[in-house]
């Protein structure tokens, strides 16, 4: 199902925005084919939804935060849950965890088999994801 070929032929900006423009949800950090087709589709139609990668201007500034928040993080007062999926391979855990070590008030949670997208894994996945936010709030 390439975009090219969902577009009619016509080369345009949301090739630039899908790369190849082919519907990959193997190589996604998605688990849930449903729900990976539910915001394929919406990201197809509707131009504000194009938002499938981070900038670089967006990487260079989530880089730059982390060394402030591992130094920051022994003064922050509010309890933090912090969630890391099993199988992230976008997201490495080493900045999470020396954060995590460094706060006295942060609940790390990894997530069995989930990837980087949790709220985008099976319903097993988003079952422990949401249940696990409902006990640190209550």
Not at 69 to 92: G, N, R, W
Request: charged letters at 25%.
């Amino acid at each position: 199902d390439n975009i090219r070929a969902l577009l009619g032929g016509q080369e345009g900006s949301i090739l630039d925005v899908y790369g190849t423009g082919e519907y990959e949800f193997e190589k996604s950090n998605c688990m849930s084919r449903n729900r990976y087709n539910y915001h394929f589709t919406l990201r197809l139609n509707d131009p504000r939804y194009r938002t499938w990668n981070s900038t670089f201007t967006w990487t260079k500034a989530a880089v730059e935060a982390i060394d402030s928040a591992i130094y920051y993080a022994k003064i922050i007062s509010i309890p933090i849950l912090l969630f890391q999926a099993e199988k992230d391979h976008t997201v490495l855990p080493g900045g999470q965890n020396r954060f995590a070590e460094r706060s006295w008030n942060t609940k790390v949670v990894v997530i069995p088999g989930a990837k980087h997208e949790i709220y985008g894994g099976t319903d097993e996945i988003r079952r422990m994801y949401l249940d696990e936010i409902d006990r640190f709030i209550n």
